[in-house]
């Protein structure tokens, strides 16, 4: 018997970064323990604070856990793409998109016709072999 993926939404107009959070800690914790939730939390915080940020419209969290992965997407209103620039340590910012491709295992950014969509996606650990 297949393990279904497990997904949650987290629409803009109900939750603010901090409950998007909070809705990604407890996924986590229900449906994929083994993810690093700290790096999960740090990446959903720079999408969602990205979006609202950079956009002018909605966003969209989309929290899936499946057998071998978890997968973090949030679509929003901008077709811009996420821009790298030069950390700048005297608080301009410009770290975020860095940390962002880093934790996760891949980063993918698709257009949508009302908008972009970012996918960060983490791969499963493998699990050590039983001794016997």
């Known amino acids: 018997m297949t393990e279904e993926p497990q997904t949650v939404i987290v629409?803009?107009?109900?939750?603010?970064?901090?409950?998007?959070?909070?809705?990604?800690?407890?996924?986590?914790?229900?449906?994929?323990?083994?993810?690093?939730?700290?790096?999960v939390l740090l990446v959903v915080s720079e999408l969602v604070s990205n979006a609202v940020r950079h956009t002018s419209g909605w966003w969209r969290l989309h929290l899936t856990a499946g057998r071998e992965s978890l997968v973090v997407e949030i679509d929003d209103s901008s077709p811009q793409p996420p821009v790298?620039?030069?950390?700048?340590?005297?608080?301009?910012?410009?770290?975020?998109?860095?940390?962002?491709?880093?934790?996760?295992?891949?980063?993918?950014?698709?257009?949508?016709?009302?908008?972009?969509?970012?996918?960060?996606?983490?791969?499963?650990?493998?699990?050590p072999a039983t001794a016997g």
Not at 106 to 121: D, F, M, N, S, T
Request: hydrophobic share 35%; glycine share 10%; with cysteine.
């Open 84 to 127: 790298p620039r030069d950390p700048d340590f005297g608080g301009g910012g410009g770290f975020g998109w860095h940390m962002v491709q880093r934790l996760a295992s891949r980063v993918e950014i698709r257009p949508l016709p009302e908008g972009k969509r970012v996918q960060a996606v983490w791969d499963r650990p493998p699990t």
């Open 11 to 39: 629409e803009s107009p109900h939750l603010d970064t901090a409950s998007a959070r909070g809705a990604a800690a407890e996924f986590l914790t229900q449906h994929c323990p083994w993810a690093d939730l700290d790096a």
